[in-house]
Structure formats: structure tokens, C-alpha cells
């Protein structure tokens, strides 16, 4: 079992920048492919990016360029940097994790975070 604890969301005008971390207890975190997903209210949720235990990363195209994902394998957190915000990054960002496997989809994953509110105004 993984546990998976967010924090760093807040309110932030629209150009400002955010830090999210994503802290995991309870197994090799070195194992886990790391991924961040977002869901805004009456959507489904979507995949933002994610870093594999090899190291290898992919972003989606809507963060391309403003978002930085990384993790520190020696105090077992990934993190997401978010620069250039928009309005239309306003949502619960969740951190997610699955045992060496990658996918870019919700059901790829098997633990979860209870997720961070980002809302970026105008």
C-alpha cells in the first residue's frame, strides 16, 4: 500500500506560479511511476503529467512549457512546478502512483492523493 499526501495549492492570480509536492509513504518509492492528473468541476479528470521510475517524463500539451514535474526518490516526493498560470488551470490537482507501469490515464494508476485546489484568477 501507498500512501500519497499533496500539498502547495492555493489562489493565485493568472501569470503567478505555484508549487505543488506530492509526499508517498509505505513502499519503494523508486519503484513508482508519479503522475499528476486535475479534474475542474463538471469535468472529467485529465492527465497533467507524469515522471516513470526510470525517469522518463511527459506532459500534457495544455501545460507544455509552464509545468515542471520532478521528484526527489531520497525524501519520496514528486513535485510539480507551475508557472505562467491561466484561469483554465483552476482545479483539484491529484497525485497518483503505480509500480513499474506508465500510462497517461486515471485507470493506469493505482493509489491516489486526496487531491490540492489550485484556482488561478483573472
Known amino acids: 500500500q501507498v500512501q500519497l499526501v499533496e500539498s502547495g495549492g492555493g489562489l493565485v492570480q493568472a501569470g503567478g506560479s505555484l508549487k505543488l509536492s506530492c509526499a508517498a509513504s509505505g513502499r519503494t518509492f523508486s519503484h513508482y511511476t508519479m503522475g499528476w492528473f486535475r479534474q475542474a468541476p463538471g469535468k472529467e479528470r485529465e492527465f497533467v503529467s507524469t515522471?516513470?521510475?526510470?525517469?522518463?517524463?511527459v506532459y500534457a500539451d495544455s501545460v507544455m512549457g509552464r509545468f515542471t514535474i520532478s521528484r526527489d526518490n531520497a525524501v519520496n516526493t514528486v513535485y510539480l512546478q507551475m508557472n505562467s498560470l491561466k484561469p483554465e488551470d483552476t482545479a483539484v490537482y491529484y497525485c497518483?502512483?503505480?509500480?513499474?507501469?506508465?500510462?497517461?490515464?486515471?485507470?493506469?494508476?493505482?493509489?491516489w492523493g486526496q487531491g490540492t485546489q489550485v484556482t488561478v484568477s483573472s
Open positions: 515522471i516513470a521510475w526510470s525517469g522518463m517524463i
Open positions: 497518483a502512483a503505480v509500480e513499474y507501469r506508465y500510462g497517461g490515464s486515471p485507470d493506469d494508476y493505482d493509489y
